[in-house]
């Protein structure tokens, strides 16, 4: 079986745009592949973040991903910060990174375009940090959003680096790029993406939304004058995305939902689609509530961080040879 590995940083509330675009993904690679997600906390700190909120933010993230049907027994779930590995490794990635390539690196480059200020050596030296994630377990494939792709061919440059410099070591990932995930716009400016940073919260559906919230949120909708019902991303963008939401809920083709709507109202539409979000929501959050009172997020990270230790030390101890550490 070939493995997949994904970083998930803790810094925000999840939303039904990386429900459709993540997560239900997750699901079914879980069954294709060996995989191996965790929560990146050591790259959360890049930019400041409160204890409390980061503590909250990671049980949240590990309870969500196991309510949306993340199985710990077919993937390992664990924290970035519990295996010591990470660190270690992305010190050695570090020396094997030339300043040049990490001054070339998008993320940090447009930071410091914009002249923003207190910009962390965390945020500099986050690539090759999350080369040593990847790299520890030997992974195939690192499915990312376009915005990470460089940072996976950074990864296979410095793994091919330290290969040649020393001798076979690290397998060279692949980025999985694939638009497998649909994506999720915004309810209330449907030419923009669904997003937590978005500034109108009536745009964004959390997963922890109240589902009557997140129901009026769907019935206020912007859609259009034309008035049928019918699937076209160009003319009718916010239709055409709460066609995308309905059918990714359910699992109903777009064709289908559409040939049942003919001849009927946007209003009708819409209070099938909040129904179908109030459920969704609704069962989630009790699997969530369940998961969250269970102590389950503990046992499943604690079984994660031994899973992975075992990989990722057997890596470490390799490359603490070869580069001379271990005399
Ligand atoms: P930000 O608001 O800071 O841009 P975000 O809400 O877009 O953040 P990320 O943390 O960047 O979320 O993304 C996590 C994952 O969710 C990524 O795999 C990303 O592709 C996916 N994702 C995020 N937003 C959407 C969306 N609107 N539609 C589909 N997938 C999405
Ligand atoms: N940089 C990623 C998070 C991340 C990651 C990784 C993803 C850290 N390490 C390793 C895949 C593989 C982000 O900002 N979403």
């Known amino acids: 079986m070939k493995r997949m590995l994904s970083g998930i940083k803790p ?12 997560i239900s993904q997750f699901k079914k690679y879980q069954d294709e592949y060996e995989m191996f997600i965790f929560i990146a ?28 049907g993340l199985d710990p027994s077919k993937a390992t779930i664990f924290l970035q910060s519990d295996v010591s590995a990470h660190a270690k490794l992305g010190w050695v990635m570090t020396c094997m990174s030339y300043m040049g390539e990490l001054q070339r690196m998008t993320q940090y480059k447009d930071k410091t375009a914009k002249g923003e200020a207190g910009i962390t050596a965390g945020l500099f030296t986050y690539p090759p940090l999350m080369a040593a ?31 040649h410099r020393y001798s076979d070591t690290f397998k060279i990932p692949e980025p999985l790029t694939t638009k497998v995930g649909q994506k999720v716009y915004s309810l209330q400016d449907p030419t923009k ?42 003319d009718q963008p916010g239709l055409a995305n709460l066609l995308t939401i309905q059918s990714v809920l359910t699992g109903e083709p777009v064709e289908s939902i559409v040939s049942r709507y003919e001849g009927k109202g946007y209003g009708e539409l819409k209070k099938e689609i909040g129904q179908t979000v109030f459920d969704f929501l609704t069962d989630l959050q009790a699997r969530y509530n369940e998961i969250l009172t269970s ?33």
């Open 295 to 327: 102590g389950k997020v503990d046992e499943v990270l604690k079984e994660g961080a031994e899973k992975a230790s075992f990989i990722a030390n057997k890596k470490i101890r390799k490359v603490y040879k070869k580069i001379g550490f271990t005399i």
């Open 41 to 68: 906390n050591e790259h959360a700190i890049t930019v400041p973040i409160e204890a409390k909120d980061l503590r909250k933010n990671t049980k949240d993230l590990v309870a969500l991903y196991l309510a949306c």
């Open 193 to 234: 993406k669904m997003s937590k940073s978005a500034s109108d919260p009536k745009g964004t559906i959390d997963l922890l939304d109240d589902p009557a919230a997140a129901r009026k949120k769907i019935m206020s909708a912007k859609t259009d004058s034309i008035g049928i019902i019918q699937y076209d991303p160009q």
């Open 133 to 163: 994630d990847i790299l520890l377990y030997d992974a195939d494939y690192v499915p990312v959003g376009v915005d990470q792709k460089q940072h996976v061919e950074l990864t296979r440059t410095l793994a091919e680096r330290f290969n």
């Open 11 to 22: 810094t925000g509330r999840l939303h039904l745009g990386n429900y459709i675009g993540a």
